[in-house]
């Protein structure tokens, strides 16, 4: 087989483990921006913060750092009154994100972060599958106009929405990573299993760079899906971006639960449970972030990692049935 051209297979041949960056929307509350208050806006209006974002996780060690635009779909962002201009603050969120990257030490992808559209698919709702791809299609080609490498379409539930915002990096010539959320009793809102991630883009284009997992409810429970990922698609490229512990309420802000240290044994785990791009979700500031590079920096291989290993290193399951979600041999703790 070719080895793959891109910028980010060569990244990862390169380096063997990549480090994604962390918390976009903990960020940029913690820079001011308000509940119900579109972030893309900030392209625009704020660009620096969204440079010291990009910065900041750059610094860290961040070898992947996502685009400010995963609202930036037309019907996101339609409910800012600012669905006209999706060309724009996609390239201009591209545009901010290339800067940093281009200037780093080091190489750094910037990969142009896709959002779902927040609407269902018919039957389940009004939208119908041309609309979605013609939807991501458009917000693409903002992201392409500014320099991404990549299209990193995340947080996703739904198949259907999955495969039409590949088709759509397919239709404007961007090479497409997809990550879906596996927080409802270990499987998608929508129903998808992780073991079933890496076939859902099967026939489009030269198919995903990686697949994976983002958001959730939890370290423990992310890595429990990497492991039925990594089982039932042994082959693939993995990509696991975790929270940052649990959220809980203190007042009227959320903070979360997870320490750098536990986001360090986070890393390790994913590694030895087969994840080849590990970063962090919500909650995940610049010093979690410093931990991961460390980590895999520093990591020594251990045995593959099972569900009980988990929960005694990281914490229980937040999902009570997040055993389902990983293959039975793993429950009998199964050891490579």
């Given at each position: 087989?070719?080895?793959?051209?891109?910028?980010?297979?060569?990244?990862?041949?390169?380096?063997?483990?990549?480090?994604?960056?962390?918390?976009?929307?903990?960020?940029?509350?913690?820079?001011?921006?308000?509940?119900?208050?579109?972030?893309?806006?900030?392209?625009?209006?704020?660009?620096?913060?969204?440079?010291?974002?990009?910065?900041?996780?750059?610094?860290?060690?961040?070898d992947i750092i996502l685009t400010n635009s995963f609202g930036g779909t037309r019907h996101r962002l339609k409910l800012h009154h600012?669905?006209?201009?999706?060309?724009?603050?996609?390239?201009?969120?591209?545009?901010?994100?290339?800067?940093?990257?281009?200037?780093?030490?080091?190489?750094?992808i910037v990969a142009g972060s896709v959002g779902p559209t927040g609407e269902l698919l018919i039957p389940l709702g009004a939208m119908s599958y041309d609309d979605a791809v013609s939807s991501f299609a458009e917000q693409m080609e903002g992201l392409k106009a500014g320099g991404v490498d990549v299209a990193w379409i995340e947080t996703m539930s739904s198949p259907d929405e999955i495969r039409?915002?590949?088709?759509?990096?397919?239709?404007?010539?961007?090479?497409?990573?997809y990550t879906g959320s596996f927080d409802t009793a270990g499987k998608t809102m929508m129903g998808l299993a992780p073991k079933d991630m890496a076939t859902v883009a099967d026939g489009i284009g030269e198919g995903p760079l990686a697949?994976?997992?983002?958001c959730g409810v939890g370290a423990s429970d992310i890595l429990a899906t990497l492991l039925s990922m990594s089982e039932a698609s042994p082959d693939a490229t993995i990509v696991?971006?975790?929270?940052?512990?649990?959220?809980?309420?203190?007042?009227?802000?959320?903070?979360?639960?997870?320490?750098?240290e536990l986001m360090s044994k986070y890393a390790h785990l994913a590694i030895d449970g087969g994840a080849k791009?590990?970063?962090?979700?919500?909650?995940?500031?610049?010093?979690?972030?410093?931990?991961?590079?460390?980590?895999?920096?520093?990591?020594?291989a251990?045995?593959?990692p099972t569900l009980d290993i988990i929960v005694a290193e990281i914490g229980p399951f937040r999902n009570k049935t997040a055993e389902d979600s990983a293959a039975p041999r793993e429950r009998r703790g199964r050891r490579n």
């Open positions: 087989m070719t080895a793959k051209t891109d910028a980010l297979s060569r990244l990862l041949a390169e380096k063997g483990i990549l480090l994604a960056d962390g918390a976009t929307g903990t960020s940029l509350f913690a820079m001011g921006l308000e509940a119900g208050e579109a972030p893309e806006l900030w392209n625009d209006s704020k660009p620096e913060n969204i440079t010291k974002l990009h910065q900041d996780f750059v610094d860290a060690g961040a600012a669905e006209g201009r999706v060309h724009e603050l996609n390239e201009k969120a591209a545009k901010l994100a290339r800067a940093v990257a281009d200037k780093a030490p080091r190489k750094v039409a915002a590949c088709e759509a990096a397919v239709k404007v010539g961007l090479p497409y990573v697949v994976g997992a983002n696991i971006k975790g929270n940052c512990g649990i959220p809980e309420f203190r007042g009227e802000k959320i903070y979360y639960s997870g320490t750098p791009i590990i970063g962090g979700c919500c909650g995940t500031s610049c010093e979690h972030l410093k931990a991961i590079r460390e980590a895999v920096d520093h990591h020594v251990g045995p593959r």
